[in-house]
């Protein structure tokens, strides 16, 4: 059995949403897989997600799970996720004010047993969305 | 083969052995001899007469050539004459499905139409299938009929050739899988479109910078097809995921063990089988046995042992 990142455990027990904000970080050269407009920072949070299905696999439900955030820019944010996530794969998170905010996977990589970080680019939400739930997911 | 400049130039090799003699090909056959320009062999109203094939055969010369207009005339003639044709033996036949699946993929990536190209490889994906599992083929017949030069066209074609009898050896039975394992094949390296040519065919080993570029060629694969509704994800994983390895190596996500598909698992074998043993600008042709006792060294750790104890059993006949 494949051993849990210690940091997903902790992301995944953790009852209340811890931010924190830092200086600009540097960018790993491993994941220099988009080219940066924006300057990024550090953000440390466990958010609710909903991660909806990859391309090319309709058929499976969106899961609702927790996230754990790396970095944040103006253009998109870092995630660690226990599961593989594929490229055009949209995730939504629900920030600490309430608000969602649709992601789509720019990239993946694995950092571990059972855990995997993801560059993720903000796209447009439609506007009901922030109001009722895109579609009714099942559990994980 | 033709190398890259004469394909710009408008012209496309075809094997010799798919011409036969008194046959109607409807379009000019051209001929480059050895530090000549290419010029006119045979219009297309004179048939060839089988004193001409041999003595081209007497010359040594395995490949002519078509202008790249006339490549869809040249398909239908090889599927209406020699694929379909159950008169004709089933080495011919596979060489004429070879040189269709060339033919065709140039054709799809000139145009740069990746929908073309995924049409038709569901198209040739059922031929493949079907000529490969109907004949009950065997991998020490096909090595010596396909080619074994390294270009995207007859790589694909191989793979997908060479993934075919795998899947066929590991137990899938039903010709509608093999035909999904065959598509998946030859659409595993579309994303390479987007690396430059010179890149690809450069006569020596890529740089840092290059492998980069090359890198990148599953994940663009994987973002032109994965919106297509008739792809199934294992195809798809072929595409995205036939440079993982078992140990989280690989990429483009170093995914390990079962987080890989077996359809890419299988994929990643046999690539890397035709990559080693097709000649490069830079180096020999690896043995086929040298080949895969690599393979096997790389079992568990890199490759799945179930793929490479097929393959490898069906490679030791090749000789």
């Known amino acids: 059995m494949s051993q849990m990142n210690p940091e997903m455990s902790t992301c995944q027990s953790a009852a209340a949403v811890e931010h924190e904000f830092s200086l600009p970080i540097e960018t790993p050269a491993d994941e220099g897989h988009e080219d940066r407009r924006f300057p990024r920072f550090s953000f440390r949070s466990c958010l609710h997600a909903t991660v909806y299905p990859p391309p090319g696999k309709p058929e499976q439900d969106p899961r609702h799970c927790q996230v754990l955030t790396r970095d944040l820019s103006r253009g998109g944010m870092s995630l660690l996720h226990k599961e593989q996530l594929f490229p055009q794969q949209t995730i939504d998170v629900v920030l600490q004010d309430g608000l969602v905010r649709r992601l789509e996977v720019m990239w993946c990589r694995r950092m571990g047993a059972g855990c995997y970080s993801a560059g993720c680019r903000f796209i447009k939400l439609p506007d009901a969305a922030n109001a009722e739930p895109r579609d009714e997911p099942s559990g994980e | 083969m033709a190398g890259p400049s004469l394909q710009s130039q408008g012209y496309l090799p075809v094997a010799t052995a798919t011409l036969f003699p008194a046959t109607e090909i409807r379009c000019d056959l051209y001929l480059q001899r050895v530090g000549q320009a290419i010029e006119l062999y045979r219009s297309h109203q004179y048939p060839l007469e089988v004193a001409d094939l041999e003595r081209l055969k007497q010359h040594g010369i395995d490949h002519v050539y078509i202008r790249t207009g006339d490549a869809d005339i040249y398909r239908q003639y090889l599927c209406q004459q020699v694929l379909h044709e159950e008169s004709v033996p089933t080495e ?228």
Request: proline share 4%; aromatic share 8%.
């Open chain 2, 92 to 319: 011919v036949r596979i060489t004429a499905l070879r040189e269709v699946t060339r033919v065709a993929f140039q054709d799809a990536m000139d145009a740069n139409d990746p929908y073309q190209a995924a049409d038709l490889a569901s198209d040739l994906g059922r031929e493949i299938a079907s000529l490969i599992a109907d004949q009950a083929v065997a991998l020490q017949e096909v090595f010596h009929i396909l080619e074994h030069d390294y270009y995207t066209f007859t790589h694909v074609c191989n793979v997908s050739t060479y993934c075919v009898m795998l899947a066929r050896d590991l137990g899938y039975s039903q010709e509608h899988e093999l035909a999904s394992v065959a598509t998946g094949a030859l659409l595993h390296d579309i994303g390479k479109r987007h690396v430059p040519a010179e890149i690809l065919n450069k006569p020596a080993k890529p740089t840092a910078e290059e492998w980069a570029i090359i890198r990148k060629h599953p994940v663009s694969g994987y973002q032109e097809l994965s919106k297509r509704s008739d792809l199934s994800w294992g195809q798809l994983m072929m595409v995205y995921q036939h440079h993982e390895r078992l140990d989280g190596s690989g990429y483009p996500s170093g995914a390990t063990g079962d987080d890989i598909h077996p359809w890419a698992k299988v994929c990643a074998v046999v690539d890397v089988f035709d990559a080693l043993t097709c000649s490069r600008p830079y180096r020999q042709p690896v043995p086929s046995g040298e080949v895969c006792d690599y393979l096997q060294q790389h079992t568990g750790t890199w490759f799945d042992r179930e793929v490479v104890a097929c393959w490898a059993q069906q490679v030791r006949n090749i000789g």
